[in-house]
């Protein structure tokens, strides 16, 4: 299967450095050397401007995150046309919302029910759908999680402090650079008659990785 890695040259911004720890502070990693290089030859020949690559990381770090994803899972627990449409072409309904850019040019979406837990994978790298989540964490890059997702999905979930019911299904997706998914998690109870504003507050990042379940009402009180 085609599975290129164009997301794995995105992290130019990642240059900031652990002082701590007996590491010299000043010392640059062969990475981030070859980045700063590339950066250099760029702005030398003036293909691209500071300020534009600063601009674009900075997109990436505030406007682009998990707060988006989590207005689409409100608006599909609200609207069940919109659920619908999501169910069927992912892409489209999220696009519709004005999340659009690279790495979610195909989104499938994946709902939770009370027989079934869906969890989404990267096993050969780290694919994951930037427009609805932006950057994907450590431990999702990371051989461990890569890995034991697949193996141990109910391990790794009680590592995340998740416990699901016995009779619930596990199934994990494999993202590629084709497609990535987004879960939409079960909406808790005790929040009928929630607007989408508020109900978003109750969609972390990990509950649309599937590696959390949406917080409880409870959770977010105060
Ligand atoms: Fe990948």
Partial sequence: MPHDHPHH????????????????????????????ALESLLVEKGYVQPAALDALIETYETKIG????????????SDPG???????????????LGHTGRQGEHMVAVENTPEEHNMVVCTLCSCYPWPVLGLPPTWYKSPAYRSRAVIDPRGVLADFGVTLPEGTR???????AETRYLVIPMRPAGTEGWSEARLAGL????????????????????
């Fill in 9 to 36: 040259h995105d992290h130019p911004h990642d240059h900031g450095h652990d002082h701590g720890h007996g590491h010299e502070g000043s010392e640059l990693s062969p990475m981030d050397l070859r980045v700063r």
């Fill in 66 to 77: 998990p707060r988006n994803g989590a207005q689409v899972v409100a608006k599909a627990w």
């Fill in 82 to 96: 919109f659920l619908a449409w999501l169910r069927r072409d992912a892409s489209a309904a999220i696009h519709s």
């Fill in 170 to 176: 596990i199934r994990v997706w494999d993202s590629t």
């Fill in 203 to 222: 969609v972390s990042r990990d509950s649309m990785i599937g590696t959390a379940l949406a917080r409880r009402p409870e959770e977010v009180a105060a």
